[in-house]
């Protein structure tokens, strides 16, 4: 299974983007139970931004991002996406998707615990 994210861009502060992560290869025995967007800004570390169990549909957001941002999957496509409203400068980052095939009660868990991950979009916010 290969996760390719795309969408990311150069937009102005205020300005909107929407990710999509789109899962290729998926066998009759993949099933992501949790999916998740971390970003990575340049110097820092790789943080969670929005994560959503497919199963119940709960949702959660980092609180840098909450009310601004929205994560959503369409699941006959093998598809999530982000879509990101108001961005601004400090959003600037690698955008990742992940997936969890393993079930957990919570989706809000450490990146090393989501297995298939995309190759990152960039997101470039300044005026």
């Known amino acids: 299974v290969q996760l390719q994210a795309s969408g990311g861009g150069s937009v102005q502060p205020g300005g909107s983007l929407r990710l999509s992560c789109i899962a290729s290869?998926?066998?009759?025995?993949?099933?992501?139970?949790?999916v998740a967007w971390f970003r990575q800004a340049p110097g820092k570390e790789r943080e969670a931004i929005s994560c959503?169990?497919?199963?119940?549909?709960?949702?959660h957001y980092a609180e840098s991002v909450k009310g601004r941002f929205t994560i959503s999957v369409d699941n006959p496509r093998n598809a999530v996406y982000l879509e990101m409203n108001d961005l601004q400068p400090e959003d600037t980052a690698v955008y990742y998707c992940?997936?969890?095939?393993?079930?957990?009660?919570?989706?809000?868990?450490?990146?090393?615990?989501?297995?298939?991950w995309g190759r990152g979009t960039l997101v470039t916010v300044s005026s």
């Open positions: 959503l169990k497919t199963t119940g549909g709960a949702t």
């Open positions: 992940a997936t969890d095939t393993l079930y957990r009660p919570t989706c809000w868990v450490a990146a090393g615990h989501y297995d298939y």
């Open positions: 290869g998926v066998t009759s025995d993949y099933y992501a139970y949790s």
